[in-house]
């Protein structure tokens, strides 16, 4: 599926119009690009996908936590943001336009770029004849573009906005153990905001200068990561498995149980393997259909060089092609040793024969934002048939309005009755009352929202308490009783 530049304008287009996603903000002032704001609907959206994120740690055992977004230039000299965190910037011959070269590479030339060094990319650049998408030349020089965001504490104590929630959730490390009775392994996460100095973010969402992340971080020792007991309970299930060697020599990707990729010794070890199903259970939890997903392996000069592997899971869209939404990494003892080392702090745990050892981490890393829009340019549907009427097909568990409560007219104590409906059901769902404009109009208004079901009440109701029932997508419609509804609604609107 090629990317179609025109459909994201119209897709961003109807995204402002509904109330989902507004920007590049402050509109009024003209805005700036990578800053966008959730709408009405669009915020609920988001925080539907955050409660999946939410559910799916709770029932595995981890535990929320939350930490300061501004923290000190030391711990980011720690970490290696402060040197490493960078991207290859390009400026237009006139110096008037600068873009993220690898970037720049796929979105005019599709080819995926992320592990090229500056020579490659400039190489590439030159063969393909890339220009930027406004005409100009390049200035074939790779210059290195920092994505920290500075600011200041007090008077002139020099501090960063986070690039990542991961590294604040390690620095409680000491108290972790203390909470956790000095026992491995347990596992945190924190959802919350990051912020990055893109060098010319575009593609809407997919590349924010703020955006949400959601990380897990699980702390246990190297040789806990054989012995996962939680393996067994996942040792079947599939995955879309794309790696180094299949990227290379041009495979697609192929559907591979944990089991086999572990006996193939295509995944290193048991816990690794289980906290890649984790996290490809959440986006299908989502809604994203499993035909778009792939997990792919990054190559071997493309990970970072702490990390002992690292897949990421990308979804293919129809406005951008391919995009990743979730990192998982095994990063060593890296994180925890860089802060030992800065801090002077000793950030080890007793293993049980009674070594002092610092601990691994295998991480899980959602942006947010990422998944959003995924999901929206996905569940978009335009009818050419039918120019008044837009679905958009939302995942029922993830709509922003779940149930529509309609009136057939505002007379004859239909309007009361239907007030009462929606005030019942109001207390489980997401629901809307709307008694404006013919029912057809208000059907369009709420599939164009992405909402899953309506319910007329009409004068049948009056006489024996049923309700006409609304399905959004095939548009059939069957009564049910009041009484039943709520059962109903529950059973297909809860996931």
């Known amino acids: 599926m090629a990317p179609k530049p025109e459909f994201a304008d119209r897709l961003t287009a109807y995204l402002r119009e509904k109330g989902f996603v507004y920007g590049p903000e402050p509109e009024i002032y003209g805005g700036v690009s990578g800053f966008y704001s959730y709408g009405p609907l669009g915020k609920r959206l988001k925080n539907n996908l955050e409660e999946i994120i939410r559910k799916h740690f709770n029932t595995q055992g981890f535990y929320e936590v939350e930490f300061p977004i501004v923290t000190p230039a030391i711990v980011w000299k720690a970490s290696g943001h402060l040197e490493g965190f960078n991207d290859p910037l390009i400026l237009t011959e006139d110096g008037k336009e600068s873009y993220r070269a690898d970037k720049l590479i796929e979105e005019m030339a599709g080819i995926q770029a992320d592990h090229m060094k500056d020579e490659e990319l400039l190489k590439t650049l030159r063969e393909k004849n890339i220009k930027s998408p406004t005409g100009k030349k390049l200035a074939m020089k790779i210059e ?36 956790f009775r000095d026992t491995l392994p347990f596992g945190v996460f924190q959802i919350g905001k990051a912020f990055r100095n893109e060098i010319s973010p575009r593609q809407h969402l997919l590349r924010c200068r703020e955006f949400t992340q959601a990380e897990s971080q699980t702390i246990l020792f190297p040789e806990m990561k054989q012995k996962w007991e939680k393996f067994e309970e996942a040792k079947s299930d599939m995955m879309p498995l794309w ?26 070890n048991r816990a690794y393997a289980w906290h890649l199903n984790v996290a490809l259970r959440m986006v299908l939890d989502f809604g994203i259909p499993r035909k778009n997903i792939r997990l792919r392996q990054h190559h071997s000069d493309e990970k970072a060089f ?108 239909l309007a009361q009755k239907a007030e009462e409906i929606y005030g019942a059901l109001a207390k489980r769902f997401l629901c809307v009352y709307d008694e404006s404009g ?14 899953p079901f309506c319910i007329t009440v009409d004068y049948d109701t009056m006489k024996d308490d049923t309700v006409t029932v609304r399905e959004r997508d095939s548009m059939k419609q069957e009564r049910r009783k009041v009484s039943e509804l709520e059962a109903f609604l529950g059973a297909k609107l809860d996931g």
């Open 306 to 413: 702490y990390s002992d592997d690292t897949w990421d899971i990308e979804v293919q869209l129809r406005s951008f092609g391919w995009a990743e939404v979730c990192g998982i990494s095994d990063r060593t003892n890296y994180d925890l040793q860089q802060h030992a080392k800065f801090s002077k702090q000793k950030l080890v745990s007793r293993t049980l024969e009674g070594k002092d050892e610092v601990p691994h981490v295998i991480e899980i890393a959602f942006g947010v934002d990422r998944p959003f829009f995924a999901l929206l340019d996905l569940a978009y549907d335009e009818r050419e048939e039918d120019e008044q009427r837009t679905l958009l097909r939302l995942p029922p568990h993830t709509a922003p309005i779940q149930v529509g409560v309609f009136p057939l007219v505002k007379k004859d104590g």
């Open 438 to 451: 013919s029912i057809g109009r208000r059907y369009s208004r709420l599939d164009a929202a992405g909402t």
């Open 144 to 179: 290195r573009h920092s994505l920290m965001m500075r600011t200041s504490i007090g008077r002139d104590t020099e501090a960063y906005n986070r690039p990542e929630t991961a590294t604040t959730t390690y620095l409680p490390f000491k108290n972790y153990m203390k909470f």
């Open 243 to 268: 790696t180094e060697e299949m990227q290379k020599s041009g495979k697609e990707p192929k559907e591979t149980s944990l089991q086999e990729a572990i006996e193939k010794k295509i995944l290193k």
